[in-house]
Nanobody
Framework: QVQLEESGGGSVQAGDSLRISCAAS????????VGWFRQAPGKEREFVSG????????LYADSVKGRFTVSRDNAKNTAYLQMNSLTAEDTAVYYC???????????????????WGQGTQVVVSS
């Protein structure tokens, strides 16, 4: 099955920006929708954003709408999450996952995903 690796996390100040990446191990990346999730210490993992196979449809959690932008480059087998105006509430380990499900409006459901990355940590200091 496809393997995923997140990268680009780090420690930043409130108001700063980061772009994190999700690289897939195989060239069939374009067959999958991509979801981004995050988990803060002591909290449940939550949905952040999702993008369809071709990139034509996207979905965002209300908490990040207007600040985060999801994108993908299928030629590079990579998805991205651009995070702007970061706050301490964004501190978490960020995970990407892939699904063969074709309806992006349902991408917030964690049980739809076939493979997960190991996560990349984002720390925002206020």
């Amino acid at each position: 099955q496809v393997q995923l690796e997140e990268s680009g996390g780090g420690s930043v100040q409130a108001g700063d920006s980061l772009r994190i990446s999700c690289a897939a191990s195989v060239s069939t990346f374009s067959n999958y929708g991509v979801g981004w999730f995050r988990q803060a210490p002591g909290k449940e993992r939550e949905f952040v954003s999702g993008i369809s196979r071709s990139g034509d449809m996207t979905l965002y959690a209300d908490s990040v709408k207007g600040r985060f932008t999801v994108s993908r480059d299928n030629a590079k087998n990579t998805a991205y999450l651009q995070m702007n105006s970061l706050t301490a509430e964004d501190t978490a380990v960020y995970y990407c996952a892939v699904t063969i499900f074709t309806v992006p409006s349902a991408y917030s459901r964690q049980n739809l995903y076939d493979a997960w990355g190991q996560g990349t940590q984002v720390v925002v200091s206020s």
